[in-house]
Protein backbone atom coordinates (compact mmCIF):
# COMPACT_ATOMS: atom_id res chain seq x y z
CA UNK A 1 0.00 0.00 0.00
CA UNK A 2 1.37 3.46 -1.11
CA UNK A 3 2.06 5.81 1.90
CA UNK A 4 -0.22 9.33 1.43
CA UNK A 5 1.97 12.25 1.18
CA UNK A 6 1.00 15.49 2.13
CA UNK A 7 2.09 18.92 1.98
CA UNK A 8 1.33 20.58 5.48
CA UNK A 9 2.29 24.05 6.14
CA UNK A 10 1.49 24.73 9.89
CA UNK A 11 3.18 28.01 10.23
CA UNK A 12 3.00 29.66 6.62
CA UNK A 13 6.46 32.18 6.25
CA UNK A 14 5.46 35.60 6.77
CA UNK A 15 7.94 37.15 4.16
CA UNK A 16 6.07 38.75 1.50
CA UNK A 17 7.52 36.71 -1.17
CA UNK A 18 5.97 38.50 -4.64
CA UNK A 19 8.00 41.17 -3.58
CA UNK A 20 11.06 39.16 -3.05
CA UNK A 21 14.41 39.02 -5.84
CA UNK A 22 14.12 35.83 -8.08
CA UNK A 23 16.75 33.61 -8.27
CA UNK A 24 16.95 30.26 -10.16
CA UNK A 25 13.07 28.84 -10.37
CA UNK A 26 12.61 30.44 -7.12
CA UNK A 27 12.74 33.82 -5.23
CA UNK A 28 15.03 35.16 -2.25
CA UNK A 29 13.50 34.79 1.22
CA UNK A 30 14.02 38.96 2.38
CA UNK A 31 13.85 37.33 6.01
CA UNK A 32 16.17 34.16 6.10
CA UNK A 33 18.05 34.80 3.06
CA UNK A 34 17.22 31.26 1.74
CA UNK A 35 16.25 30.53 -1.84
CA UNK A 36 12.56 29.58 -1.83
CA UNK A 37 11.85 27.18 -4.64
CA UNK A 38 8.53 27.77 -6.55
CA UNK A 39 7.13 24.41 -7.00
CA UNK A 40 3.43 25.59 -8.13
CA UNK A 41 3.95 24.41 -11.65
CA UNK A 42 5.79 21.29 -10.73
CA UNK A 43 4.29 17.82 -11.26
CA UNK A 44 3.43 15.59 -8.05
CA UNK A 45 6.33 13.36 -8.60
CA UNK A 46 8.85 16.23 -8.90
CA UNK A 47 7.81 17.12 -5.55
CA UNK A 48 7.95 13.98 -3.86
CA UNK A 49 12.01 13.55 -6.05
CA UNK A 50 12.70 16.80 -4.13
CA UNK A 51 11.48 16.24 -0.56
CA UNK A 52 12.74 12.49 -0.48
CA UNK A 53 16.22 13.41 -1.48
CA UNK A 54 17.05 16.58 -0.33
CA UNK A 55 20.04 17.21 2.39
CA UNK A 56 18.38 19.70 4.22
CA UNK A 57 14.94 21.27 5.09
CA UNK A 58 13.30 22.50 1.91
CA UNK A 59 11.66 26.30 1.63
CA UNK A 60 8.54 25.88 -1.15
CA UNK A 61 5.73 27.69 -2.71
CA UNK A 62 2.75 25.86 -3.88
CA UNK A 63 -0.32 26.10 -4.87
CA UNK A 64 -3.64 25.90 -3.42
CA UNK A 65 -4.50 23.19 -5.10
CA UNK A 66 -1.61 21.05 -4.15
CA UNK A 67 -1.87 21.99 -0.60
CA UNK A 68 -6.06 20.82 -0.69
CA UNK A 69 -4.83 17.25 -1.80
CA UNK A 70 -2.68 13.95 -1.30
CA UNK A 71 0.40 14.06 -3.62
CA UNK A 72 0.00 10.89 -6.57
CA UNK A 73 3.44 8.95 -6.36
CA UNK A 74 4.54 7.46 -9.59
CA UNK A 75 7.15 4.91 -9.16
CA UNK A 76 7.76 4.73 -13.08
CA UNK A 77 8.56 8.82 -13.51
CA UNK A 78 11.91 9.19 -14.27
CA UNK A 79 13.95 12.16 -12.29
CA UNK A 80 13.45 15.51 -14.37
CA UNK A 81 16.40 17.64 -14.99
CA UNK A 82 15.55 20.57 -13.30
CA UNK A 83 14.66 18.10 -10.30
CA UNK A 84 18.29 17.45 -10.27
CA UNK A 85 19.70 20.75 -11.22
CA UNK A 86 17.67 21.57 -7.65
CA UNK A 87 19.21 18.68 -5.68
CA UNK A 88 22.67 19.06 -6.81
CA UNK A 89 22.69 22.71 -5.99
CA UNK A 90 21.35 21.66 -2.64
CA UNK A 91 23.93 19.00 -1.79
CA UNK A 92 27.13 21.21 -3.24
CA UNK A 93 25.94 24.16 -0.57
CA UNK A 94 25.66 21.48 1.74
CA UNK A 95 28.75 20.44 1.40
CA UNK A 96 30.35 23.39 1.55
CA UNK A 97 28.58 24.38 4.38
CA UNK A 98 29.68 21.63 6.34
CA UNK A 99 33.24 22.15 5.23
CA UNK A 100 33.63 25.48 5.72
CA UNK A 101 31.98 24.97 9.27
CA UNK A 102 34.75 21.97 10.19
CA UNK A 103 37.14 24.63 8.57
CA UNK A 104 36.51 27.28 10.82
CA UNK A 105 35.89 25.12 14.21
CA UNK A 106 39.08 23.61 13.24
CA UNK A 107 40.66 27.15 12.71
CA UNK A 108 39.54 28.28 15.83
CA UNK A 109 40.90 25.37 17.90
CA UNK A 110 44.44 25.99 16.41
CA UNK A 111 44.02 29.60 16.87
CA UNK A 112 43.13 29.19 20.47
CA UNK A 113 45.97 26.66 21.39
CA UNK A 114 48.52 28.77 19.94
CA UNK A 115 47.60 32.23 21.03
CA UNK A 116 47.73 30.42 24.52
CA UNK A 117 51.16 29.15 24.32
CA UNK A 118 52.07 32.29 21.90
CA UNK A 119 50.68 34.79 24.90
CA UNK A 120 52.44 33.83 28.20
CA UNK A 121 50.24 36.43 29.78
CA UNK A 122 47.26 34.28 29.69
CA UNK A 123 49.68 31.69 30.70
CA UNK A 124 49.01 30.47 34.73
CA UNK A 125 51.96 30.68 36.90
CA UNK A 126 51.95 28.17 39.97
CA UNK A 127 53.77 29.34 42.53
CA UNK A 128 55.10 26.48 44.87
CA UNK A 129 57.09 27.25 48.29
CA UNK A 130 57.19 26.77 51.62
CA UNK A 131 56.99 28.87 54.81
CA UNK A 132 59.63 28.68 57.53
CA UNK A 133 60.01 30.18 61.08
CA UNK A 134 63.72 31.32 62.34
CA UNK A 135 64.92 27.79 62.68
CA UNK A 136 63.82 25.98 59.55
CA UNK A 137 60.68 24.74 61.34
CA UNK A 138 57.75 25.17 58.96
CA UNK A 139 54.97 27.47 59.97
CA UNK A 140 51.51 26.09 59.61
CA UNK A 141 48.04 27.56 58.84
CA UNK A 142 49.81 31.00 58.22
CA UNK A 143 48.23 33.81 55.68
CA UNK A 144 49.80 34.56 52.83
CA UNK A 145 48.79 37.59 50.56
CA UNK A 146 50.20 37.32 46.76
CA UNK A 147 50.60 40.37 45.30
CA UNK A 148 47.67 42.17 46.45
CA UNK A 149 45.94 39.78 44.42
CA UNK A 150 45.16 36.92 46.33
CA UNK A 151 45.59 35.06 49.56
CA UNK A 152 46.28 31.37 50.65
CA UNK A 153 47.07 29.66 53.34
CA UNK A 154 49.89 26.92 54.38
CA UNK A 155 49.20 23.67 55.20
CA UNK A 156 50.25 21.45 58.11
CA UNK A 157 53.55 21.43 56.71
CA UNK A 158 54.08 24.90 55.87
CA UNK A 159 53.97 24.17 52.25
CA UNK A 160 51.62 26.56 49.96
CA UNK A 161 49.87 26.77 46.27
CA UNK A 162 49.06 29.51 44.42
CA UNK A 163 48.19 29.95 40.53
CA UNK A 164 48.29 33.47 39.23
CA UNK A 165 48.21 34.86 35.61
CA UNK A 166 51.36 35.64 34.37
CA UNK A 167 49.92 39.46 33.27
CA UNK A 168 49.26 40.14 36.81
CA UNK A 169 52.91 40.51 37.66
CA UNK A 170 54.82 42.92 36.03
CA UNK A 171 58.74 42.10 37.14
CA UNK A 172 58.12 41.27 40.98
CA UNK A 173 55.84 39.60 43.20
CA UNK A 174 55.48 40.47 47.15
CA UNK A 175 54.59 37.82 49.44
CA UNK A 176 52.90 39.09 52.51
CA UNK A 177 52.87 36.49 55.36
CA UNK A 178 50.83 37.15 58.65
CA UNK A 179 52.38 34.43 60.87
CA UNK A 180 50.54 34.62 64.13
CA UNK A 181 52.83 34.17 66.68
CA UNK A 182 55.94 34.65 64.03
CA UNK A 183 55.03 38.19 63.58
CA UNK A 184 54.25 39.76 59.83
CA UNK A 185 56.71 39.84 57.35
CA UNK A 186 57.07 40.55 53.43
CA UNK A 187 59.17 38.42 51.20
CA UNK A 188 59.91 40.37 47.69
CA UNK A 189 60.74 37.87 44.69
CA UNK A 190 61.59 38.64 41.26
CA UNK A 191 59.23 36.93 38.95
CA UNK A 192 61.64 34.93 37.16
CA UNK A 193 62.35 32.97 39.95
CA UNK A 194 58.92 31.74 41.01
CA UNK A 195 58.90 29.56 38.61
CA UNK A 196 60.82 26.87 40.95
CA UNK A 197 59.25 25.91 44.05
CA UNK A 198 60.77 29.26 46.73
CA UNK A 199 61.07 28.86 50.20
CA UNK A 200 59.98 32.22 52.74
CA UNK A 201 61.67 31.93 55.88
CA UNK A 202 62.00 34.58 58.85
CA UNK A 203 65.30 35.65 59.23
CA UNK A 204 66.03 38.08 62.92
CA UNK A 205 66.95 41.76 61.79
CA UNK A 206 69.23 43.29 63.78
CA UNK A 207 68.54 47.15 65.13
CA UNK A 208 71.34 48.88 63.00
CA UNK A 209 71.17 46.33 60.25
CA UNK A 210 70.44 47.43 57.05
CA UNK A 211 71.51 45.05 54.67
CA UNK A 212 67.93 43.32 53.23
CA UNK A 213 64.73 43.81 52.88
CA UNK A 214 63.74 39.64 52.27
CA UNK A 215 62.07 38.73 55.82
CA UNK A 216 61.33 42.34 57.18
CA UNK A 217 58.34 43.13 59.32
CA UNK A 218 55.45 44.70 56.91
CA UNK A 219 54.83 48.02 57.26
CA UNK A 220 50.90 48.60 57.90
CA UNK A 221 51.15 51.44 55.12
CA UNK A 222 52.44 48.36 52.46
CA UNK A 223 49.42 46.75 52.47
CA UNK A 224 46.96 49.54 52.36
CA UNK A 225 49.02 51.86 49.96
CA UNK A 226 49.01 49.06 47.50
CA UNK A 227 45.61 49.01 46.91
CA UNK A 228 45.44 51.87 44.94
CA UNK A 229 43.86 51.26 41.83
CA UNK A 230 40.48 51.77 41.94
CA UNK A 231 39.85 53.47 38.99
CA UNK A 232 36.69 54.79 37.04
CA UNK A 233 35.48 56.02 33.86
CA UNK A 234 35.19 59.87 32.96
CA UNK A 235 32.06 61.68 34.85
CA UNK A 236 31.60 57.96 36.23
CA UNK A 237 30.94 57.30 40.55
CA UNK A 238 31.00 53.73 39.88
CA UNK A 239 34.05 51.40 39.67
CA UNK A 240 35.34 50.33 36.58
CA UNK A 241 34.54 46.25 35.78
CA UNK A 242 38.00 45.75 36.39
CA UNK A 243 38.28 47.28 39.71
CA UNK A 244 35.69 45.26 41.86
CA UNK A 245 38.78 42.58 41.87
CA UNK A 246 40.75 44.96 43.84
CA UNK A 247 37.81 45.89 46.13
CA UNK A 248 37.09 42.57 46.81
CA UNK A 249 40.56 41.58 47.86
CA UNK A 250 40.42 45.31 49.64
CA UNK A 251 37.66 44.38 52.03
CA UNK A 252 39.55 40.84 52.99
CA UNK A 253 42.71 42.41 53.89
CA UNK A 254 40.95 45.09 55.93
CA UNK A 255 38.26 42.72 57.44
CA UNK A 256 41.30 40.47 57.99
CA UNK A 257 44.19 42.62 59.32
CA UNK A 258 43.10 45.99 60.20
CA UNK A 259 39.40 45.75 61.45
CA UNK A 260 39.82 48.71 64.02
CA UNK A 261 41.88 50.69 61.98
CA UNK A 262 40.99 54.25 60.51
CA UNK A 263 41.16 53.94 56.68
CA UNK A 264 41.12 57.24 54.97
CA UNK A 265 39.58 56.54 51.56
CA UNK A 266 40.46 59.50 49.13
CA UNK A 267 38.77 60.33 46.04
CA UNK A 268 40.46 61.66 43.32
CA UNK A 269 38.88 63.49 39.81
CA UNK A 270 41.40 63.90 36.13
CA UNK A 271 40.94 67.64 36.60
CA UNK A 272 38.11 67.62 33.49
CA UNK A 273 35.11 66.50 35.48
CA UNK A 274 33.54 67.95 38.32
CA UNK A 275 35.96 68.12 41.94
CA UNK A 276 33.06 66.89 44.15
CA UNK A 277 32.84 63.91 41.75
CA UNK A 278 36.29 62.87 44.11
CA UNK A 279 33.78 62.39 47.35
CA UNK A 280 31.03 60.62 45.64
CA UNK A 281 33.53 57.95 44.29
CA UNK A 282 34.87 57.65 48.01
CA UNK A 283 31.51 57.58 49.19
CA UNK A 284 30.97 54.63 46.88
CA UNK A 285 33.66 52.96 47.37
CA UNK A 286 32.57 52.85 50.88
CA UNK A 287 29.40 51.73 50.50
CA UNK A 288 30.84 48.82 48.23
CA UNK A 289 33.22 47.50 50.89
CA UNK A 290 30.34 47.99 53.61
CA UNK A 291 28.34 45.52 51.26
CA UNK A 292 31.46 43.39 51.83
CA UNK A 293 31.40 43.00 55.61
CA UNK A 294 34.14 45.76 56.41
CA UNK A 295 33.16 48.18 59.19
CA UNK A 296 32.13 51.76 57.45
CA UNK A 297 32.55 53.43 60.88
CA UNK A 298 36.14 52.86 60.71
CA UNK A 299 36.61 54.41 56.37
CA UNK A 300 36.69 58.35 56.20
CA UNK A 301 35.82 59.56 52.67
CA UNK A 302 38.03 62.56 51.98
CA UNK A 303 37.50 64.36 48.66
CA UNK A 304 41.09 64.86 46.80
CA UNK A 305 39.53 66.23 43.74
CA UNK A 306 42.54 67.12 41.30
CA UNK A 307 45.05 68.10 43.96
CA UNK A 308 46.99 64.97 44.06
CA UNK A 309 47.23 63.71 39.86
CA UNK A 310 49.50 60.83 39.76
CA UNK A 311 50.93 62.86 36.50
CA UNK A 312 51.93 65.97 36.92
CA UNK A 313 51.88 67.22 33.63
CA UNK A 314 48.03 66.74 33.67
CA UNK A 315 48.03 69.84 35.46
CA UNK A 316 48.94 71.62 32.29
CA UNK A 317 46.89 69.78 30.33
CA UNK A 318 49.12 67.20 28.33
CA UNK A 319 47.85 63.90 28.96
CA UNK A 320 46.49 61.13 27.28
CA UNK A 321 43.00 59.80 27.80
CA UNK A 322 44.81 56.79 29.47
CA UNK A 323 46.49 58.77 31.84
CA UNK A 324 43.63 60.74 32.44
CA UNK A 325 42.62 57.53 33.53
CA UNK A 326 44.81 57.11 35.85
CA UNK A 327 43.99 59.91 37.56
CA UNK A 328 40.33 58.86 38.07
CA UNK A 329 41.04 56.58 41.14
CA UNK A 330 40.36 56.26 45.10
CA UNK A 331 43.34 55.11 47.40
CA UNK A 332 43.52 53.92 50.69
CA UNK A 333 45.44 55.15 53.34
CA UNK A 334 46.31 54.22 56.78
CA UNK A 335 45.37 57.19 59.32
CA UNK A 336 48.34 58.22 61.41
Known amino acids: MKELKLINIPFPCQADLDKSKKKDGGVLCDLCSKKVIDFSDFKDQEIIDVMDSAPQKVCGMFSQEQLSRPLQQNSRFKMTKRVASILSGMMLLNSASELTAQEVSDYQKEKDTLTQNSNPENALLKIQGTLLDYDDKPIAHAKINVNNITTVSTDANGKFTVDIQEKQLVNHCNFYVYGGEHGNRQFPYLKKDLHKPITLKYIKIEPKSCSTRIGEPIPKVAVTGRIQQVTFGRNSILPNDNSIRVLDNASKIVKEFFPNNTIIVEGNTDGIEKEELGMKRAEEVIKYLKEKGVN ?41
Open 296 to 336: AENLIPVNKGFSEPMLSKCLLGECTENEHQMNRRVVFKLKD
